[in-house]
């Protein structure tokens, strides 16, 4: 029973909304998130064809409230919520819980993202919900994972940065000592295991019949991206490994600050990254550029580039030894001299021409208009029901025979609430009852 | 079948499907990795040296800590790529495989006769996955990319904002993000393209790119939204004319993000230095602001006063004196203390831990998210396991990654060559 499905292409709420193209056309999302990681995941999954209704608080998730340009519609909201429907119901009402319950046998996919104890309190959690759809995939994403004396802590993204690791490991802290947040890794990451979760669950699904549960978590994609530090490798750690631990230990104990562990951290783990020529940033007469040359055939291009000679790539290098670190040093605030004295432009074509890796340090604003992510269609305009004309990044991958594509613009808080409910047998009294009594908007 | 030490028995959603790997680095490494979590059997075809990242930082011959990170589970074939009898060997060995995974310049798979036109004759119905640093079009599809310089094209790193002493930019080295995105990009390509295979019995082509992932992740800010964008462009109007006159990076960043250096009022969302340490508060929401300004006693509102202005000056200096206040009242307790006391109001705070501290940390612990393996050559290991957790088909690492072109012989001999064919190759240099 297509119930759902036929509203998309059929009612007047689906303005802009396109013939869905990609793999999972005719998959249907129903979507428990906010903020950035569960959005964004089910914008991808909407990218590639699936028909995702977002259920929202009748005022909105917390991303439609920050930075309102009008109200309820702020940008942040609108990068992460495009070709979606919007079911904006107040879920903590049981009436407003057995619409879910009836709408769910209709779905394919939930994906939730609240704290461990709050779906079951809702009605929506795995087992109140597998019984109406046995074959439902069911994706559950915390902040800290569901067990363990964390799981019931509040986490966005820089609590999990900081909690993770990957805070400390930018080690960079402001003129107070304070650590610096990068972007937020954590959610974005998440929001790509959640769609690959989804994925790989659909094709088991489709091979044997069986839905299931899956579950993820920031704090495990905030570890997975830094794999290489977390990881425990006694053949490989000897004691570098050891000695950080213990002056984490001691610098602990003694109230060492943040910024002066860093240091020590520096110290024992990135002895020799001073002397680096060859993966980093250089400042130039008029801006910044980077190379990222990361094999000794890459390396040697670089030398030749700059006409300098370093036995980086010769046997016996050992970066760790002093009197190698004076060589490097020499060798580093030489080259960032030269750089210094020609402009950006000026090297990357040297270093293009020398078939090393290269650009210039641009703007993520200035890109729209950059020739390359032209030339490569990274680009969607849609147009939003209320705001107007958007341009914004198309899907991140291509597929030759079924293109995922943007659907339509993110959806105005409650836009197809009516046509939602009236799938799943709703009359119009009724949801004229149901908005009269604050439990639908 | 040949015995994989140390491997677990797959029991992923992707249980039975083969992949084929030409990758190097990160982003196809990792992205394989995920798929053979997911229980897929990965075949890691790499060159007689082996491929670039098992030189890097080697601790044994052809053994890396970095790479042993990102090629668990998988089986070793080496082929020297360039000698047509590799060629034909990964031709016989096509039809057995169900997805391909191919990272190189644009030109080069055609060249080696493992591009999709090629490969896809073979085996109609195949998935390939053809990654490129900057997409197989425009001016830039033929340079080579790396991680950073994803990073600097993308916007990723003049949004960071930082410069280092000297006023260069600093990259985000915490991780390699395009490179780490771009493999979650792959794995999930794989998925939802097979199962469309299994719907409808069809393979594809499937293109990805570090540039598009970088992109991705700024989402809000490559996105034109002229009812939004008041701001805008004259901002990047001021920055554009300050490159123009060749200003130093650093005040071209300053007119970019005119807040970058103060924290413009935010006590919220931050990180603090504390007694002993620091800590993070993630508050997004009006409730949350109020349980933060309850939980350090502080009246100032910050961002959640409706007065809230950091481009005028008097207000940004009274905000500048109630931060720094603020600032002093978490110096004045330890990591500890506050997040018992934040704990108590409900407010989303972290301390700022280390990776090395990770593997350990009760919370990772108890959910399972790390796993211990058993290397051939070096020994025993533990490192972090695979991102989803799955009812129905759990996922597994399902062993350690592979000394240097272990399964060569095993594989070939599925290609259908003799004992004798294949002693002749390893002879002549064309596998290892």
Redesign the interface.
């Known amino acids: 029973m297509p119930a759902v499905g036929e509203h998309r292409s059929a009612g007047p709420e689906a303005k802009g909304t396109t013939m869905a193209s990609g793999p999972l056309n005719g998959v249907r999302i129903l979507e428990f998130t906010q903020i950035i990681a569960g959005p964004m995941s089910c914008q991808m999954l909407s990218d590639l064809g699936a028909e995702v209704i977002k259920v929202e608080p009748p005022q909105g998730e917390p991303w439609r409230l920050q930075g309102q340009f009008v109200p309820l519609e702020s940008k942040v909201f609108q990068a992460l919520n495009r070709g979606k429907r919007s079911l904006a119901i107040d879920v903590a009402q049981p009436k407003a819980q057995q619409a879910i319950h009836r709408l769910v046998r209709e779905m394919d996919v939930v994906v939730i993202n609240y704290r461990p104890d709050v779906a079951a309190r809702l009605h929506i959690d795995y087992d109140t919900l597998r019984p109406l759809k046995p074959d439902l995939v069911y994706v559950d994403n915390t902040a800290f994972g569901r067990a363990g004396p964390w799981a019931n802590r509040p986490g966005y993204d820089i609590v999990v940065q900081a909690a993770s690791g990957l805070m400390s490991s930018v080690g960079k802290v402001d003129e107070k000592g304070t650590p610096v947040v990068p972007p937020a890794f954590a959610d974005f990451t998440t929001a790509y295991a959640i769609a690959i979760g989804t994925c790989a669950a659909l094709f088991h699904r489709a091979m044997t019949g069986q839905g299931q549960q899956v579950e993820t978590s920031l704090l495990i994609n905030a570890l997975n991206l830094q794999q290489g530090q977390v990881m425990s490798l006694p053949a490989a750690d000897a004691a570098q490994k050891a000695s950080f631990m213990e002056a984490l230990t001691a610098a602990r104990a003694s109230g060492t600050s943040y910024a002066d562990f860093l240091k020590q951290r520096d110290g024992i783990l990135r002895a020799g990254a001073g002397g680096n020529i060859y993966y980093r940033s250089y400042l130039t007469q008029d801006g910044a550029f980077a190379i990222g040359a990361l094999s000794a055939s890459l390396r040697a291009k670089v030398r030749a580039v700059l006409a300098v000679e370093h036995n980086r790539d010769e046997p016996g290098y050992n970066a760790g030894d002093p009197e190698q670190q004076r060589i490097d040093l020499a060798l580093t605030e030489r080259v960032e001299a030269m750089i210094r004295a020609h402009t950006t432009a000026y090297w990357e074509q040297r270093f293009e021409q020398g078939g090393v890796p290269v650009s210039p340090v641009y703007f993520a604003q200035e890109l729209e208009t950059h020739p390359q992510v032209l030339a490569n269609d990274y680009l969607v305009h849609l147009e939003h029901d209320l705001t107007g004309p958007q341009t914004m990044l198309a899907p991140p991958w291509k597929m030759s025979e079924t293109p995922p594509a943007a659907q339509s613009a993110a959806p105005p808080l409650g836009r197809d609430t009516d046509a939602i409910l009236g799938s799943v047998g709703y009359s119009a009294d009724e949801i004229a009852t149901l908005r009269a009594d604050g439990i639908v908007r | 079948m040949f015995e994989l030490k140390g491997r677990a028995v797959a029991s992923?959603?992707?249980d039975g499907i083969t992949v084929l790997e030409f990758t190097q680095?990160i982003a196809g490494p990792?992205a394989c990795q995920?798929l053979a979590d997911?229980g897929a059997e990965v075949i890691k075809v790499e060159p007689p040296e082996g491929e670039?990242w098992r030189q890097?930082s080697q601790?044994?011959p052809g053994?890396?800590?970095?790479f042993?990170?990102?090629n668990r589970g998988k089986r070793s074939l080496v082929l020297a790529l360039q000698d047509p009898e590799a060629q034909a060997i990964v031709h016989r060995l096509i039809p057995q495989i169900d997805v391909v995974v191919v990272n190189y310049r644009p030109d080069v798979p055609a060249r080696l006769h493992i591009d999709y036109d090629t490969l896809s004759a073979i085996r109609p119905d195949l998935i390939y996955v053809d990654n490129t640093?900057?997409?197989?079009?425009?001016?830039?599809?033929h340079?080579?990319?790396?991680?950073?310089?994803?990073?600097?094209?993308?916007?990723?790193?003049?949004?960071?904002g930082?410069v280092d002493a000297?006023?260069?930019?600093?990259?985000?080295?915490?991780?390699a993000?395009a490179d780490?995105?771009t493999g979650?990009?792959?794995?999930?390509?794989v998925?939802?393209?097979?199962?469309?295979r299994?719907?409808r019995g069809?393979?594809?082509?499937?293109?990805?790119?570090l540039?598009?992932?970088a992109?991705?992740?700024?989402?809000?800010?490559?996105?034109?939204?002229?009812?939004?964008?008041a701001t805008?462009g004259p901002r990047?109007e001021r920055?554009?004319a300050l490159?123009a006159q060749?200003?130093?990076?650093p005040e071209?960043l300053d007119a970019?993000d005119p807040t970058r250096t103060l924290l413009a009022g935010n006590i919220y969302?931050?990180?603090?230095?504390?007694?002993?340490?620091?800590?993070?508060?993630?508050?997004?929401?009006p409730s949350?602001w109020a349980k933060v300004r309850q939980a350090v006693g502080t009246e100032f509102l910050g961002i959640a006063d409706p007065k809230f202005n950091p481009m005028d000056a008097a207000w940004r200096a009274n905000a500048s004196a109630a931060v720094a206040a603020v600032?002093t009242t978490l110096r004045s307790k330890?990591t500890d203390e506050w997040m018992a006391i934040f704990?108590r109001d409900?407010?989303?705070?972290?301390?700022?831990?280390?990776?090395?501290?990770?593997?350990d940390d009760?919370?990772?612990?108890?959910?399972g998210?790390?796993v211990e393996l058993e290397?051939d050559l070096?020994?025993?290991?533990?490192?972090?396991?695979p991102?989803?957790?799955?009812?129905?088909?759990p996922l597994a690492a399902q062993g350690a990654s592979p000394p240097l072109g272990r399964d060569s012989d095993e594989y070939v001999r599925r290609a259908g060559y003799s004992d004798a064919e294949i002693a002749a190759f390893r002879e002549r240099g064309v596998i290892a």
Not at chain 2, 184 to 189: Q, R, S, V
Not at chain 2, 271 to 276: E, G, R, S, V
Not at chain 2, 378 to 385: A, E, T
């Open positions: 992923g959603p992707l680095i990792i995920h997911m670039p890097f601790f044994m053994e890396a800590k970095f042993q990170s990102l640093a900057f997409g197989r079009r425009g001016p830039w599809a340079r080579p990319g790396y991680d950073i310089v994803a990073q600097a094209v993308s916007g990723l790193m003049a949004g960071e930082k000297q006023g260069a930019p600093a990259m985000i080295r915490s991780t993000i780490y995105g979650l990009a792959i794995a999930w390509g998925c939802a393209a097979l199962f469309h299994q719907r069809e393979g594809q082509l499937i293109s990805s790119s540039l598009h992932t992109l991705s992740f700024q989402g809000a800010a490559v996105f034109d939204l002229p009812a939004a964008d805008v990047m920055v554009h490159q060749g200003v130093s990076y071209v970019y969302y931050r990180p603090y230095a504390t007694k002993d340490g620091a800590i993070a508060i993630g508050a997004l929401s949350l600032e330890t704990d409900g407010v989303p705070a972290g301390p700022v831990h280390f990776a090395e501290d990770m593997l009760p919370q990772v612990q108890a959910n998210m790390i290397h070096s020994g025993p290991q533990r490192q972090v396991g991102i989803l957790g799955f009812s129905k088909t």
